[in-house]
């Protein structure tokens, strides 16, 4: 295990209730701004630290030798033993956007969002999946969503050279950030990696993740080559063990290198969409996270529960 669980909080948590953003708006001429407050810091890793976890996560190129026999994502099932069932297609109509997963009410349910000009459109599925927003954060950049502040509701944030911004759920969504991680390229991931309930940023770059643990005051482990410089990153807690698994989707195919299995690689899993965006969370709430696929608008979910049957009402996600 990691180092030291903090035992100061890193914030002052105010408990927000899941109606925060569920005064769903299904108007799109209306936008709420979310209140701003720079002052909020929690994030002090200066992006040079700690190589802490490198005994955890594989320093040298993962394995690709464990993948032939995976057709499924079965190495992150074990534990429930149940058999992934393919979802259908849901339509949030928000086209040009970029789709982000994360549960912002809180109810155990990753949530589909869409990112269009900096306005956040949010699906709650404490909400019957009625479409919220437009959320505008007055603030363009790469949308990424993750629960900063350990609260258990999805946090909003925005990459923008190389600086993050959190608008925290348990402040109100007030904003915190700049947050400068030094690193200007690369693709942006959150996801607990550490397993300390509070989320982690992440970069990966040129085939090499970075990531800033929350449990050892944002200190930067990495960078962890995982062997693939294609393809897109994503993190989700595939195999339920509590902590983020790292995944890339490259050509339709997602590769997970599980942390319950010593960051083995599972994979190739083939879940193609043409020309889908991939994305993870866990849609159906049995602790494993989903494989997603967003194109033109619909979300393709790939339930890791035996129930894979919970976005089927309304296939139609939000308001037309
Ligand atoms: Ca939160
Ligand atoms: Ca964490
Ligand atoms: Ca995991
Ligand atoms: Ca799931």
Same mark, same amino acid.
């Given at each position: 295990?990691?180092?030291?669980?903090? =035992?100061?909080?890193?914030?002052?948590?105010?408990?927000?209730?899941?109606?925060?953003?569920?005064?769903?708006?299904?108007?799109?001429?209306?936008?709420? $701004?979310?209140?701003?407050?720079?002052?909020?810091?929690?994030?002090?890793?200066?992006?040079?630290?700690?190589?802490?976890?490198?005994?955890?996560?594989?320093?040298? @190129?993962?394995?690709?030798?464990?993948?032939?026999?995976?057709?499924?994502? &079965? +190495?992150?099932?074990?534990?429930?033993?149940?058999? !992934?069932?393919?979802?259908? +297609? #849901?339509?949030?109509?928000?086209?040009?956007?970029?789709?982000? *997963?994360?549960?912002?009410?809180?109810?155990?349910?990753? %949530?589909?969002?869409?990112?269009?000009?900096?306005?956040?459109?949010?699906?709650?599925?404490?909400? &019957?999946? *009625?479409?919220?927003? !437009?959320?505008?954060?007055?603030?363009?950049?790469?949308?990424?969503?993750? %629960?900063?502040?350990?609260?258990?509701?999805?946090?909003?944030?925005?990459?923008? @050279?190389?600086?993050?911004?959190?608008?925290?759920?348990?402040?109100?969504?007030?904003?915190?950030?700049?947050?400068?991680?030094?690193?200007?390229?690369?693709?942006?991931?959150?996801?607990?990696?550490?397993?300390?309930?509070?989320?982690?940023?992440?970069?990966? +770059?040129?085939?090499?993740?970075?990531?800033?643990?929350?449990?050892?005051?944002?200190?930067?482990?990495?960078? #962890?080559?995982?062997?693939?410089?294609?393809?897109?990153?994503?993190?989700?807690?595939?195999? &339920?063990?509590?902590?983020?698994?790292? =995944?890339?989707?490259?050509?339709?195919?997602?590769?997970?290198?599980?942390?319950?299995?010593?960051?083995?690689?599972?994979?190739?899993?083939?879940?193609?969409?043409?020309?889908?965006? !991939?994305? $993870?969370? &866990?849609?159906?709430?049995?602790?494993? *996270?989903?494989?997603?696929?967003?194109?033109?608008?619909?979300?393709?979910?790939?339930?890791?529960?035996?129930?894979?049957?919970?976005?089927?009402?309304?296939?139609?996600?939000?308001?037309?």
């Amino acid at each position: 295990m990691p180092a030291t669980h903090r =035992a100061v909080p890193l914030l002052s948590l105010v408990a927000v209730g899941a109606l925060t953003l569920s005064a769903c708006s299904d108007s799109a001429s209306e936008s709420d $701004a979310l209140p701003r407050n720079p002052s909020v810091i929690i994030l002090s890793g200066d992006g040079m630290g700690s190589q802490q976890l490198d005994a955890r996560l594989p320093v040298a @190129g993962a394995s690709a030798a464990d993948s032939e026999d995976a057709a499924t994502l &079965d +190495a992150g099932k074990r534990r429930s033993g149940s058999s !992934p069932a393919v979802g259908g +297609a #849901y339509f949030m109509n928000i086209s040009g956007g970029i789709p982000v *997963a994360g549960d912002f009410d809180g109810d155990g349910q990753a %949530d589909p969002a869409m990112v269009a000009e900096g306005n956040w459109y949010i699906c709650l599925s404490g909400n &019957d999946y *009625a479409r919220g927003g !437009p959320y505008s954060l007055d603030m363009d950049g790469i949308p990424v969503a993750g %629960d900063f502040d350990g609260d258990r509701q999805a946090d909003p944030a925005m990459v923008a @050279g190389g600086d993050w911004y959190v608008w925290f759920s348990g402040e109100d969504y007030a904003r915190g950030g700049p947050y400068p991680m030094g690193m200007t390229d690369g693709q942006p991931v959150a996801g607990d990696f550490d397993g300390d309930r509070q989320a982690d940023l992440a970069v990966v +770059a040129g085939g090499n993740w970075y990531v800033w643990f929350s449990d050892d005051d944002y200190a930067r482990g990495g960078p #962890y080559p995982m062997g693939m410089t294609d393809g897109q990153p994503v993190a989700g807690d595939f195999d &339920d063990d509590g902590q983020a698994d790292l =995944a890339v989707v490259s050509e339709g195919n997602w590769y997970v290198w599980f942390s319950g299995e010593d960051y083995a690689r599972g994979g190739p899993y083939p879940m193609e969409i043409s020309g889908g965006i !991939p994305v $993870a969370g &866990d849609f159906d709430g049995d602790g494993q *996270a989903d494989p997603a696929m967003v194109s033109e608008g619909n979300w393709y979910v790939w339930f890791s529960g035996a129930d894979g049957d919970v976005l089927d009402e309304p296939a139609l996600l939000g308001a037309p």
